[in-house]
Nanobody, 123 residues
Framework: QVQLVESGGGLGQAGGSLRLSCVAS????????MGWFRQAPGKEREFVGT????????LYADSVKGRFTISRDNARNTVYLQMNSLKPEDTAAYYC????????????????WGQGTQVTVSS
């Protein structure tokens, strides 16, 4: 069982930056691929990006490519989402997830989820 806790959300301004963190409870964190999703009110959960277990491969949604960066520190059981050049349409609850499938893009590809952290971007 893996417990995931996100932090770092809050209010950001358009053009600004925020960094989200997700800490995992399991000592096996380093064996999981990690992903970030987001969900805005009334919309389906949307894939943001993913990073493989060792941190050498990443994949991003077109909507965030070039603005968001995912990284991980397996020694700290933590995955990060650096969000730059924020846009109001980035406003959503952001979730991290852990799974064993590669390349994961769908929620069903992930086995464990955090509770989410809210990001609100003002124009």
């Amino acid at each position: 069982q893996v417990q995931l806790v996100e932090s770092g959300g809050g209010l950001g301004q358009a053009g600004g930056s925020l960094r989200l963190s997700c800490v995992a409870s399991a000592r096996t964190f380093g064996s999981y691929h990690m992903g970030w999703f987001r969900q805005a009110p009334g919309k389906e959960r949307e894939f943001v990006g993913t990073i493989n277990w060792i941190g050498r491969n990443t994949l991003y949604a077109d909507s965030v490519k070039g603005r968001f960066t995912i990284s991980r520190d397996n020694a700290r059981n933590t995955v990060y989402l650096q969000m730059n050049s924020l846009k109001p349409e980035d406003t959503a609850a952001y979730y991290c997830a852990a799974g064993s499938v590669w390349v994961p893009r769908r929620p069903i590809d992930f086995d464990y989820w955090g509770q989410g952290t809210q990001v609100t971007v003002s124009s």
